[in-house]
């Protein structure tokens, strides 16, 4: 298909890049609003009434006036255009909108978009195993740079070859395969990719290689365990990997055409755990003599970067994040080993990127740097030039970081994104992207129970749907509405439905990164939930009826997660401490926190004798009675095969028992359960559901389970040519 470009006065709109100009400088649109100002470029002098634009911009979404009127301000402010004296967004009242500037459509090259996926055309044929051809040799006896010089070095800029922005002139499935495709790595003649499959029978991660033309893929490890984070050695002769097994991982190296593997290295949990997101967790350093690793030195630890020497085997903390910092990951070294860039987390999901220079030794020097508006969950970064230019992604967007201009987006896929590599520039001065696209969508299905609430009756039924995610319900204390949260408005924000899930409305509008987890107050009159607008997750209490959010919290790095105590008075909430969870109660309209213990997911039993909870570091589902000093009482592991993962599944707390969703020993979702008090024994409800999401509800009555799922399960690579 060909691109097109629409001019008017001094702004551009490039349709394949979904980027904005004004006076060549680039004003960011979120993908709600700039579908709504294509529409209206597309229909120049034409009154778009309301309907219309709905059915064109939320198709098949039901959604308030309020996320129109929102769009709208956003593209006139994008715009410079005043709407007491519009020059391009005319309001027609009670109508709707027409677009009133003078439009100049041009098409350019063809080029594809990411619905016109072809195969990648298969780069010449190249000796997988050969070591580089050249490299380039560190300067022998040079001084070395003292760290206040090579910090100013580094934001002064100057001397990037590559293009700001770059272009994406191509979108094409590298991987289809059934089953879940992510954590890709181009190898360092880009002429393979390495990553991580589920498998055909999607049922157990191991690490494949394929051509970078998309040829049938090689299968390298055949362990019970996961393999994951494959890396690619410098010379192209290794690939390094993560082998998780419980609570403890292993760095191991294989050739890439598969033989003996060798173990390096077992350290605590890897640094994914910090945003639930797919990225690159282990990276060679230039010279192929070491690999930086994220993950905890023991377990409960904050995470850091560590250095591991390839020969002897020592390890050596790189990072040295502060208290209130969660952990650092994602690591990327640039090509002449004097940076390390990488993702440093204020809480899970809450990352920026950063950048620490190096010096001989791969020893820090100096502090790191924070790079401007590098996103609000960014992570895997890649150098396009060393120490000058970095790409890196955030949900569904690749951004070009340039250290003299700043950061811009280029690229926006249909799913979120897990997992970034870069190929070498090639001789036609173009570069190859390989993205993990995550094409999950959660929706909401609801799974009928008999009359005591002891046995599913069928299968899941759709419940909630829409073509955004659906996640997180929880039903009113009388069993009359649904709570949930959903994109479809094109922000996460709070709606709330009937029981049946009809006629559902947006109670919030806060334009919220993320919003999450809400919860009724026990008297249906309020809801909590955590929202992050935009920097860190603070809790939130909205009036049902009043739909007027209140922020509860001013804490730092923040809190999520949060529940009501039985008496509505107070509410628990849990951040990252050190690495693991940790629950706070405080007063429900504000006020002191009082810190408990290691805990998340904490909701109080229904008697309110007990606080019923997850741990960070190990699978169950565990309580604490709240009677006298609750922090000195005993902990008590009640359900042993708890699903851990605050993201998938959860609990539902009953005067008898507790509704929860089971977990194997790899982690894996199982079957729905109830943990019976009397006898102290757990016996299957339903069965488990493919593509188990975010949130778990029961009804009152007991005849109803709520969970969110996705029909399509796992995600394929995209190649992006670049130039």
């Known amino acids: 298909m060909k691109s097109r470009i629409f001019r008017f006065e001094n702004v551009q709109i490039d349709v394949q890049n979904l980027r904005v100009t004004v006076d060549s400088e680039i004003r960011p649109l979120e993908p709600k609003s700039f579908r709504l100002l294509l529409f209206l ?113 580094f934001m002064a800029g100057g001397g990037a070859s590559t293009p700001y922005p770059l272009h994406v002139t191509s979108v094409s499935k590298l991987t289809s395969y059934p089953g879940d495709e ?77 033989g003996p593997e060798r173990k390096l290295h077992q350290f605590a949990r890897i640094g994914t755990d910090l945003d639930f997101v797919q990225h690159p967790v282990i990276a060679w350093s230039a010279d192929g003599k070491s690999i930086i690793y994220s993950g905890q030195s023991r377990a409960g630890e904050k995470y850091q970067l560590f250095l591991l020497s390839v020969d002897s085997g020592s390890v050596r903390a790189i990072s040295s994040p502060e208290a209130s910092v969660a952990g650092d990951s994602s690591p990327a070294v640039s090509g002449d080993g004097k940076f390390v860039a990488f993702a440093r987390y204020l809480a899970p999901q809450n990352g920026g990127i950063w950048i620490q220079p190096l010096k001989t030794g791969m020893l820090p020097q100096g502090q790191p740097v924070n790079v401007p508006n590098s996103g609000l969950g960014a992570h895997s970064p890649v150098w ?86 659906d996640a997180h319900p929880d039903y009113s204390p009388d069993g009359r509405h649904v709570v949930f949260v959903s994109g479809r408005s094109g922000t996460e924000e709070v709606w709330i439905s009937d029981q049946d899930g009809n006629n559902p409305r947006q109670l919030t509008h806060l334009g919220a990164y993320i919003c999450s987890y809400p919860k009724w107050s026990p008297d249906g009159t309020r809801i909590v939930f955590h929202a992050r607008v935009p920097e860190v997750a603070e809790v939130y209490v909205v009036d049902v009826n009043q739909g007027v959010p209140q922020q509860i919290t001013q804490a730092n790095p923040g809190l999520a997660v949060a529940t009501w105590s039985n008496d509505g008075q107070s509410i628990y909430a849990s951040t990252l401490v050190g690495g693991i969870s940790v629950s706070y109660r405080f007063p429900a309209k504000g006020g002191p926190m009082e810190r408990l213990w290691e805990a998340g997911l904490a909701r109080e039993s229904v008697d309110g004798k007990y606080l019923l909870y997850r741990r960070t570091n190990r699978p169950g589902l565990f309580r604490r009675s709240l009677v006298g000093d609750a922090t000195k009482n005993p902990e008590e592991l009640l359900i042993p095969d708890f699903w851990p993962n605050n993201q998938l599944g959860g609990f539902a707390p009953f005067a008898d028992g507790v509704y929860y969703v089971s977990g194997d020993a790899k982690g894996r979702p199982g079957p729905f359960r109830f943990y019976d008090y009397a006898t102290r024994k757990s016996r299957d409800i339903a069965p488990p559901t493919p593509g188990l999401m975010r949130g778990f509800a029961v009804s009152p009555d007991r005849r109803r389970m709520l969970v969110a799922a996705s029909s399509q399960i796992g995600g394929d690579l995209l190649s992006l040519e670049l130039k």
């Open 384 to 469: 396009l030039e060393d120490g000058e230019q970095l790409l890196f992604a955030d949900k569904a967007q690749i951004f070009q970081w340039e250290k003299k201009k700043g950061t811009v987006p280029i690229y926006a896929a249909s799913g979120r994104l897990r997992g970034m590599s870069l190929g070498p520039r090639r001789g036609d001065n173009t570069r190859q992207i390989v993205v993990a696209n995550d094409r999950e969508d959660s929706d909401i299905w609801s799974i009928g129970l008999n009359a005591g609430g002891t046995q599913s009756t069928g299968p899941r039924q759709e419940f909630l749907r829409s073509t955004e995610d």
């Open 41 to 153: 470029v597309e229909n120049p002098g034409r009154v778009l009434t309301k309907d219309e634009i709905m059915g064109a911009v939320w198709p098949d979404t039901a959604v308030s006036d309020n996320s129109l009127a929102r769009a709208i301000t956003q593209i006139r402010k994008a715009l410079d255009d005043d709407s007491k004296a519009p020059q391009y967004v005319e309001t027609v009242p009670s109508v709707g909108y027409r677009f009133i500037g003078d439009i100049r459509d041009e098409p350019t090259e063809p080029t594809l978009a990411s619905e016109d996926v072809e195969p990648v055309p298969a780069p010449k044929a190249v000796e997988l195993a050969r070591p580089r051809s050249k490299t380039l040799p560190l300067a022998i006896g040079a001084c070395i740079v003292l760290a206040a010089a090579a910090l100013w070095w």
């Open 182 to 258: 992510r954590e890709p790595a181009i190898s360092p003649d880009g002429a393979y990719v390495a990553f991580s499959w589920s498998g055909p029978q999607d049922d157990n991660y191991d690490i494949y290689v394929v051509q970078a033309g998309g040829q049938p893929p090689l299968r390298l490890t055949t362990d019970a365990a996961r393999d994951s984070y494959p890396a690619w050695s410098p010379d192209g002769r290794q690939i390094a990997f993560i082998r998780q097994n419980g609570g403890v991982a292993d760095i191991i190296v294989v050739p890439p055409l598969g």
